[in-house]
């Protein structure tokens, strides 16, 4: 074909992922997990969609060792009602050349909203914070597991590089 354009099977997958993404938003009680970066110029959210691996942002300013950077305030909360829920973090990929902590109870304002009905809301979210370890420099990633009360999760995979 020439000037491009999707293949018919091409396009079926692409209808599956949609009729997939619908139904998880009819199974699954509106949930979406959003946050945001202490950096207003990278993206800094994403929505839930059970094991989706979504990149996050590169920090754009270099973290200085044994300092700690805010890499993101992650919140969760159902569609329907803006509810916070809670979940839980976990490590899937260590980071190589710092330390990964979590801090519970800090504010975010919700930027993405799959309904819109949330965008703009005040929820406690958590911090994800990166401090790199004496000595280290250079580039690292650190991926992320957000899991709801309900078992649904998000993972986030983040890049941060590491000057003296």
């Not at 079926?12 to 110029?41: D, E, K």
């Not at 996050?56 to 805010?70: D, E, H, K, L, N």
């Not at 979210?125 to 650190?142: H, K, N, P, V, W």
Request: net charge positive.
């Amino acid at each position: 074909m020439i000037g491009g354009g999707a293949s018919k099977r091409h396009k079926r997958g692409m209808a599956r992922v949609g009729q997939n993404r619908a139904i998880l938003a009819v199974l699954l009680p509106g949930l979406l997990i959003s946050g945001c970066s202490s950096l207003p110029s990278v993206p800094v959210t994403t929505g839930a969609i059970p094991d989706a691996a979504v990149s996050g942002p590169v920090r754009g300013t270099p973290v200085v060792a044994g300092r700690p950077a805010r890499m993101f305030i992650w919140a969760g909360f159902r569609e329907k009602d803006c509810a916070a829920l809670t979940p839980t973090f976990t490590l899937a990929q260590a980071a190589a050349r710092g330390d990964v902590t979590f801090q519970p109870n800090q504010t975010t304002m919700i930027r993405h909203s799959n309904s819109g009905n949330c965008i703009g809301t005040s929820l406690p979210g958590t911090g994800i914070y990166y401090t790199a370890r004496a000595g280290e420099t250079g580039d690292d990633t650190f991926s992320v597991v957000a899991t709801t009360p309900d078992g649904i999760t998000a993972t986030k995979t983040f890049s941060v590089r590491v000057i003296e």
